[in-house]
């Protein structure tokens, strides 16, 4: 785990190999660490996602530079994906469920998980189907971010074959207090016409920011080398002010992960190997 200054200085934080899955990724071509962070009561939290090795699909706790502990229990990738974790994404700080609300890409659903390592179903996408294509289309979630309305966003990526303008970002908010946001009316449709949806995070001022992942994430994935493939298929960033949906930056290799400060958005750039960043003003 590194820390990363204003300045581009980078430390380490850990001076061991954190946990990670095997075999993970298009092709099961490589190992996969930690895909999300949270810092939750002045301690250290990350998630491994993917599904292959008793180290992956779980939550941990950072305890200091040598050592981590899981929080919640080994995943049995064969057993039925409800109230437990599949494969997961990204994180949000979630009073409301005394923990976190995880993304679930491998269960399409968002998941309450408390501090103890107790999972709970929090939300379960319904799939979807499209015109010349006679398998549903999964509706996945992927990046979460807290609204400055107190409410839960999530996008979604959308699965095979990754039909263009059918991803959306996600309201989710438990307006009745009974611990999921599975009611009527407490998910809704917040940004659509979306594509093979990454990443969202919010800016200072409340402007949503969107990771597309490529124009054509078929190809990216099709097999061969990946990153020259994310090359030739960039996907971009979009900005939606709360009316208009407008792309703040093209050109994108495999974005994959967003963070607005008050005048910057970092890029993470998967495939690319690297981290961008553009004004936001």
Do not use: C
């Given at each position: 785990?590194?820390?990363?200054?204003?300045?581009?200085?980078?430390?380490?934080?850990?001076?061991?190999?954190?946990?990670?899955?095997?075999?993970?990724?298009?092709?099961?071509?490589?190992?996969?660490?930690?895909?999300?962070?949270?810092?939750?009561?002045?301690?250290?939290?990350?998630?491994?996602?993917?599904?292959?090795?008793?180290?992956?699909?779980?939550?941990?706790?950072?305890?200091?530079?040598?050592?981590?502990?899981?929080?919640?229990?080994?995943?049995?990738?064969?057993?039925?994906?409800e109230n437990r974790f599949s494969?997961?994404?990204?994180?949000?700080?979630?009073?409301?469920?005394?923990?976190?609300?995880?993304?679930?890409?491998?269960?399409?659903?968002?998941?309450?998980?408390?501090?103890?390592?107790?999972?709970?179903?929090?939300?379960?996408?319904?799939?979807?189907?499209?015109?010349?294509?006679?398998?549903?289309?999964?509706?996945?979630?992927?990046?979460?971010?807290?609204?400055?309305?107190?409410?839960?966003?999530?996008?979604?990526?959308?699965?095979?074959?990754?039909?263009?303008?059918?991803?959306?970002?996600w309201r989710v908010e438990d307006?009745?207090?009974?611990?999921?946001?599975?009611?009527?009316?407490?998910?809704?449709?917040?940004?659509?016409?979306?594509?093979?949806?990454?990443?969202?995070?919010?800016?200072?001022?409340?402007?949503?920011?969107?990771?597309?992942?490529?124009?054509?994430?078929?190809?990216?994935?099709?097999?061969?080398?990946?990153?020259?493939?994310?090359?030739?298929?960039?996907?971009?960033?979009?900005?939606?002010?709360?009316?208009?949906?407008?792309?703040?930056?093209?050109?994108?290799?495999?974005?994959?992960?967003?963070?607005?400060?008050?005048?910057?958005?970092?890029?993470?750039?998967?495939?690319?190997?690297?981290?961008?960043?553009?004004?936001?003003?």
């Open positions: 785990m590194l820390k990363v200054t204003r300045d581009r200085d980078v430390h380490s934080l850990t001076t061991t190999r954190l946990p990670h899955a095997l075999n993970s990724g298009p092709d099961a071509a490589y190992t996969a660490g930690p895909s999300a962070i949270s810092l939750l009561n002045g301690e250290v939290f990350v998630i491994v996602g993917e599904f292959r090795g008793n180290k992956s699909a779980r939550l941990y706790r950072i305890t200091g530079e040598t050592g981590y502990e899981a929080v919640t229990p080994v995943t049995d990738a064969f057993s039925p994906t494969n997961p994404y990204d994180i949000v700080n979630a009073p409301e469920v005394d923990g976190w609300i995880v993304s679930d890409p491998g269960g399409n659903s968002l998941l309450a998980v408390d501090l103890d390592g107790n999972i709970h179903d929090y939300v379960v996408f319904q799939s979807f189907t499209i015109p010349d294509h006679e398998a549903p289309v999964e509706m996945v979630p992927t990046g979460i971010a807290r609204g400055a309305d107190g409410a839960v966003y999530v996008g979604s990526l959308t699965g095979f074959p990754y039909p263009r303008e059918q991803a959306v970002v307006l009745n207090g009974d611990g999921d946001a599975m009611d009527e009316g407490e998910v809704e449709p917040f940004v659509t016409g979306l594509t093979t949806v990454t990443d969202i995070t919010f800016g200072a001022d409340g402007t949503l920011y969107i990771a597309e992942f490529s124009s054509d994430t078929r190809a990216v994935l099709q097999g061969g080398d990946f990153s020259k493939n994310a090359a030739s298929n960039p996907g971009r960033v979009l900005r939606w002010n709360g009316s208009e949906l407008t792309v703040f930056a093209d050109n994108v290799v495999s974005p994959t992960g967003l963070l607005a400060t008050e005048s910057t958005l970092y890029i993470s750039e998967e495939y690319a190997g690297r981290v961008s960043k553009r004004p936001l003003n």
